[in-house]
């Protein structure tokens, strides 16, 4: 797997698994919808049931804003087996067009945003690094 397959197999997953850094050092890691807008990778607090609005994932990116994206893929044939990473600086935000880009783009991923637009605030993560690997035979 080349850097491009990579990306788009990042693209093309449908859950990814968002790491942040909780106050404390220790790790935080959340599934999460999101769509790729060129290097930036978005997603919006949704109405899924939630406990609580003040979502972790929010305050740790506003105290730390490294995180880490991955997709993968488990298989009972491990040689289907593979993950890709984005790692980048986030920001949370609250309202304004590029929350509302975020939305617009994940209704176009998500057919369930069409009727039920999330509403919470967007990730906005800049990946500045990716990385992946696939126990896929090298050619």
Known sequence: MNQLEARQRFVESRVVR??????????????????????????????????????????????NPRVSLLADRYDEDWLQLWWVRADG???????????????????????????????????VVTVDAWSWWTAEPHP
């Open 18 to 63: 968002l790491a942040t850094v909780r106050t404390g050092g220790g790790p935080h890691v959340v599934p999460c919808v999101f769509v790729a807008d060129g290097d930036r990778i978005v997603s919006v607090v949704d109405e899924k049931p939630k406990r609580s609005k003040a979502l972790q994932r929010l305050a740790n990116i506003r105290a």
């Open 89 to 123: 600086t986030a920001t949370v935000v609250e309202t304004g067009p590029e929350r509302d880009r975020a939305v617009a783009l994940l209704q176009r991923k998500y057919a369930q945003y069409l009727d039920q637009p999330p509403t919470g605030a967007a990730v």
